[in-house]
T-cell receptor, first 114, second 111 residues
């Protein structure tokens, strides 16, 4: 079974621009969670989608948004990029029917904002 | 955002040594998870703990869910070179799919 895929793997943007990252979950998984990881920090939860609905949201500004499509693929968007948005963005998929379902992570998209 | 207190921040050990790391919080958790992340990869689940006092092993790895539900530890016995990586604890407070993460323990093995 194919794992979680994320595209692109690397991205360089400048301040003020916007960016869209994509995540394809494992087949059959309906939950997709997004995390931001910065050096020396743990993962910070952005949001979680299940069946095209945002089910949970972390403490990030409104510049960070996401959506999920009917095939469970998810995108996250960051508008008006700031230097501090440079990070590894990880998505994780799970069955989503029980909070004990294992989350499987993709390799991440490394975003650099100049 | 809220984080778990994970220690040590890094460990520099000899191959064959045992390793111990832990996570603590002032809050009660319903679930404790231990993940490992290698360069260029996302975290991979090693052990999941769901009950206070639970002790679970996965090969040379052993983890425990603290009896107070506010801490957890991970032990690795007889470390080998492929154990190198960053180990994260993660916890679920509200059973709402929102994991809270420690800052990680970087494990380095001396050649």
């Amino acid at each position: 079974k194919a794992g979680v895929t994320q595209t692109p793997r690397y991205l360089i943007k400048t301040r003020g621009q916007q960016v869209t990252l994509s995540c394809s979950p494992i087949s059959g998984h309906r939950s997709v969670s997004w995390y931001q990881q910065t050096p020396g920090q743990g993962l910070q939860f952005l949001f979680e989608y299940f069946s095209e609905t945002q089910r949970n949201k972390g403490n990030f500004p409104g510049r960070f948004s996401g959506r999920q499509f009917s095939n469970s693929r998810s995108e996250m968007n960051v508008s008006t990029l700031e230097l501090g948005d440079s990070a590894l963005y990880l998505c994780a998929s799970s069955l989503g029917q029980d909070n004990k379902d294992t989350q499987y992570f993709g390799p991440g998209t490394r975003l650099t904002v100049l | 955002g809220q984080q778990l207190n994970q220690s040590p921040q890094s460990m520099f050990i000899q191959e064959g040594e045992d390793v111990s790391m832990n996570c603590t919080s002032s809050s009660i958790f319903n679930t404790w998870l231990w993940y490992k992340q290698e360069p260029g990869e996302g975290p991979v689940l090693l052990i999941a703990l769901y009950k206070a006092g639970e002790l679970t092993s996965n090969g040379r790895l052993t983890a425990q869910f603290g009896i107070t539900r506010k801490d957890s530890f991970l032990n690795i016995s007889a470390s080998i070179p492929s154990d190198v990586g960053i180990y994260f604890c993660a916890g679920d407070m509200d059973s709402n799919y929102q994991l809270i993460w420690g800052a990680g323990t970087k494990l380095i093995i001396k050649p």
